[in-house]
């Protein structure tokens, strides 16, 4: 064999081992794009869902609080005692005095509201339909301060009257 015949083996040699080192360094590149794409997927999912939860308490209270207004006021030159709710959240809408701006949907469930009838009928509250298990666990508003150690969102039910404060009309 010429020395020729040599180097040209060497050369090829070298240029095989370049290509798997090439393939090698690109599967390892997408093995660490696979894993950073992966926890940023998963972080993205726990931002989405604090402001989920976040929308919940704020339209949940709002819900609670514009059951309480419309309780006094309906009741409002009444004889009877007792609370008063309405049929539907449409009702808390209603001109010409709104209690609630719109009717809202379930910001965990994406739908309907789960409704807690009163037993002399009406909606007295509302909670979600999800049960996934919420990131805030306690420092609630002080009008949700019952919800610390629940387990699911399915467990905060906003109402009125409501555990957290005392039955006193607004």
Not at 119 to 132: F, L, Y
Not at 159 to 168: D, E, L
């Given at each position: 064999m010429s020395p020729c015949g040599c180097m040209l083996i060497s050369r090829q040699q070298r240029v095989m081992n370049e290509r798997g080192v090439t393939y090698l360094m690109l599967m390892f590149a997408i093995v660490l794009i696979g894993i950073a794409t992966t926890a940023a997927a998963k972080q993205w999912k726990v931002i989405v869902q604090r402001e989920l939860e976040a929308d919940l308490l704020a339209k949940g209270i709002e819900i609670q609080n514009a059951l309480?207004?419309?309780?006094?006021?309906?009741?409002?030159?009444?004889?009877?005692?007792?609370?008063?709710?309405?049929?539907?959240?449409?009702?808390?809408?209603?001109?010409?005095?709104?209690?609630?701006?719109?009717?809202?949907?379930?910001?965990?469930?994406?739908?309907?509201?789960?409704?807690?009838?009163?037993?002399?009928?009406?909606?007295?509250?509302?909670?979600?339909?999800?049960?996934?298990?919420?990131?805030?666990?306690?420092?609630?508003?002080?009008?949700?301060?019952?919800?610390?150690?629940?387990?699911?969102?399915?467990?905060?039910?906003?109402?009125?009257?409501?555990?957290?404060?005392?039955?006193?009309a607004p």
């Open positions: 309480a207004f419309y309780s006094a006021a309906t009741k409002a030159g009444r004889v009877m005692p007792g609370e008063v709710y309405p049929q539907t959240l449409a009702d808390l809408t209603r001109l010409p005095k709104p209690f609630l701006r719109k009717v809202y949907l379930d910001p965990m469930g994406h739908g309907e509201w789960e409704y807690l009838r009163a037993p002399t009928g009406g909606i007295m509250g509302v909670r979600s339909k999800s049960h996934a298990k919420p990131f805030r666990q306690h420092d609630f508003p002080s009008a949700v301060r019952h919800f610390e150690g629940r387990d699911t969102y399915h467990d905060w039910v906003f109402q009125y009257p409501n555990p957290s404060s005392a039955s006193v």
